[in-house]
């Protein structure tokens, strides 16, 4: 099912508080960013159109303890899922009520757009070089 433009724009006024955002049509539903960095996503998956917000693995557990959805979808019959949560349905009232969720899915799209410590190389065994053979 497709999600309305109309839907796309009201979740950018809610999320304003993040900062300016583009909605932009991604796999069927849209994806909305700020500053090149997504920070929800709009899908229906049988639930009507929703809202889906990133979430971090320190703000998860903000989203389950406000009984918020996890995105999740089927690939070949097996559940697989993101790090979204539906937005609280309070939230979707107005931006004042979504600026705190706003938030957290910001400082979730700029942990995640953070690159990842290196990790040391392994030490690579050296063998002694074989000496010449003699002609």
Known sequence: ?????SFADY???????????????MFGGWGISVDGMTIAILANLGEGDTLWLKASDESRHRFEAEGCARFTYPVQGQPKSMNY???PAEAMESPALMLPWARLALEAALQARKPAPK?????????????PRGR
């Open 1 to 5: 099912m497709s999600i309305d433009q």
């Open 11 to 25: 979740s950018c006024e809610l999320l304003q508080s993040a900062g300016p955002c583009v909605a932009r049509r």
């Open 85 to 87: 949560y539906s937005a």
């Open 119 to 131: 990790k040391a190389a392994p030490k690579r065994k050296t063998t002694p070089a074989t000496p």
